[in-house]
């Protein structure tokens, strides 16, 4: 079975580049289209095309759904997905790296932990005399 690497490969290599020509042809194609008036293209014989405005529409288009997607979709999916604030997991999970199984010597420094929430609060918000 093969490995599922990202590494680059002969085949990968080859299939880029055929990507590669046929994304930069497809992109003459399109220019040409939209460059070359149609009485030329008709004297040609090249006669069934779309109408000039697609040329003009389309990338329109697809760049005003790249922006509803970021500034809209995209951070509406984000909240869907966070929990709420009440949640028990906006506070721990379960890499929490707890401090309280480990002996720490007097004057020593502890090891990196992380701290409860409940001694955060006494911290911050119980009176300190």
């Not at 293209?41 to 000039?52: A, D, E, N, R, V």
């Not at 922006?67 to 929490?96: C, E, K, S, W």
Request: charged residues 10%; contains cysteine; glycine residues 6%.
């Amino acid at each position: 079975m093969p490995e599922h690497t990202p590494a680059p490969t002969p085949s990968r290599a080859v299939y880029g580049f055929v990507l590669y020509l046929c994304c930069y042809s497809a992109l003459a194609l399109y220019f040409v289209w939209a460059i070359i008036p149609d009485s030329f293209l008709h004297s040609l014989g090249l006669t069934y095309w779309p109408q000039k405005y697609w040329a003009i529409a389309i990338p329109i288009h697809v760049g005003l759904a790249i922006a509803l997607f970021g500034a809209v979709i995209y951070p509406a999916i984000n909240l869907t997905m966070t929990p709420p604030l009440g949640d028990l997991r906006t506070v721990t999970d379960p890499h929490a790296v707890s401090l309280q199984d480990k002996m720490v010597p007097e004057g020593g420094i502890p090891p990196v932990s992380d701290i409860p929430i409940s001694q955060v609060c006494r911290h911050l918000y119980m009176d300190p005399n």
